[in-house]
């Protein structure tokens, strides 16, 4: 058998994609750790990672006052631990340029693997994945140049969970990974509704799990410094491009109080509006979709996790192209650019955002209640099991939108 064959197409695919990341990216990297570049979310996180070993000279305010002390950063614990450990290294932030790539070859490699186990036909995948990838991808980079590894890492473990939801891993695989990207990045709570996919005993555990596994890395900072809270909740400004402007907020004016909170309530209830609709591998966009709705901020690099999101939902329905995938590329990036209008920005991405929520939140004609198992029994595992066949079912009559 001829070598490449024996390697399988996936494989090869993937080895392609990691040399175009990598090949692509090199420019922005080396354009961000030139001298006269100075990335200050990169900077302000080794700093504070350091500074929680106590191997920061100069700074005084004690490891548990890292947020009050160096208010409005919002990367997680878990991410300081990984700064504090890197940024002693001498290659520290080569490394961390990696791991931000491998996050995003591994978000690519877990739709797929999510969408092949739940029953969908490998060509079609495999047409869908290969167009839709190399969207994902071209945007992936964007995470490179601000180097938030938080985010990446935030986009991979809600691949991930898709996976275990998908192979109906045990539940408790699904809490850590959800916890875990909640962990590193707030927003992340927003596809927890992923939960309701597990039977019902298992559910309530999975949801104390996960709020356990993203809130305990807060305690010792909250209860060092009850400031904390309100460090990391500042109130952002209304930027231009924002979606918030399509509703008629005026630019460069404070955002209301507790926009944040009103974000996350939006994406989980989107999300979970999606899980009971029957298309749950819609959650995650759907969440992402209300995010870009009613956040005050812009950066490119907040579409990445739209682009990922997409992909899932595209390549786990019945539809050979990556509409899904498309539309987003088309409204967080291409409509962005310096050279279109600002308000036509913020319509792209309210546009977006209503027309992922219509779909996701659709009724359509199902033969399957989710509201009970796919089968009449469940595995010890606490997930839900069905053969392959009407997996099958589910998914092209499920989870597939009205877009086609």
């Not at 899932?312 to 498309?326: E, N, Q, Y």
């Amino acid at each position: 058998m001829h070598p490449l064959r024996r390697l399988g197409f996936e494989r090869i695919r993937l080895a392609v994609f990691a040399v175009a990341l990598s090949v692509w990216s090199w420019p922005m990297f080396e354009e961000w750790n030139g001298p006269h570049t100075l990335n200050a979310d990169y900077y302000k996180g080794i700093f504070a990672g350091r500074a929680l070993f106590g191997a920061m000279p100069g700074y005084h305010g004690g490891p548990l006052h890292i947020y009050t002390s160096m208010p409005q950063m919002h990367v997680g614990p878990p991410i300081l631990l990984l700064a504090g450990s890197l940024g002693r290294w001498q290659y520290g932030t080569q490394a961390w340029a990696v791991l931000i790539l491998l996050c995003g070859l591994v978000s690519v490699w877990a739709v797929e693997r999510a969408a092949l186990a739940l029953g969908a036909d490998r060509r079609r995948i495999r047409i869908a994945s290969t167009l839709g990838a190399v969207l994902v991808l071209a945007g992936w980079p964007l995470l490179l140049q601000f180097m938030h590894l938080e985010d990446a890492l935030a986009i991979a473990l809600i691949a991930l969970a898709a996976v275990v939801i998908a192979e109906r891993r045990p539940w408790w695989l699904l809490a850590v990974t959800l916890g875990l990207a909640a962990g590193c990045k707030t927003w992340a709570a927003m596809t927890w509704p992923l939960v309701l996919m597990l039977d019902r005993p298992d559910r309530i555990r999975a949801a104390g799990v996960a709020v356990a596994g993203a809130v305990v890395w807060w305690v010792p900072f909250v209860v060092a410094d009850p400031a904390t809270i309100r460090a990391v909740s500042d109130v952002p400004i209304v930027m231009p491009r924002s979606g918030l402007i399509a509703l008629g907020m005026p630019t460069w004016h404070a955002a209301p109080d507790h926009i944040r909170l009103l974000q996350m309530l939006l994406g989980f209830c989107f999300a979970a509006l999606a899980v009971v609709r029957g298309r749950w591998t819609a959650a995650p966009l759907a969440a992402f979709a209300s995010r870009s709705l009613v956040e005050p901020s812009f950066f490119l690099y907040y579409g990445v996790g739209t682009l990922v999101a997409a992909l899932l939902w595209d390549v786990t329905s019945s539809r050979r192209r990556p509409l899904w995938t498309t539309a987003a590329f088309t409204s967080q990036f291409a409509l962005q650019l310096a050279w279109t209008p600002a308000l036509i920005g913020s319509i792209a991405h309210a546009t977006f955002a209503v027309a992922v929520v219509a779909a996701a939140a659709a009724p359509v004609q199902r033969t399957i209640s989710i509201r009970n198992p796919l089968s009449s029994h469940s595995g010890s595992d606490g997930m839900r099991t069905t053969a392959r066949a009407t997996t099958r079912r589910a998914v092209q009559s499920d989870t597939a939108p009205s877009m086609r």
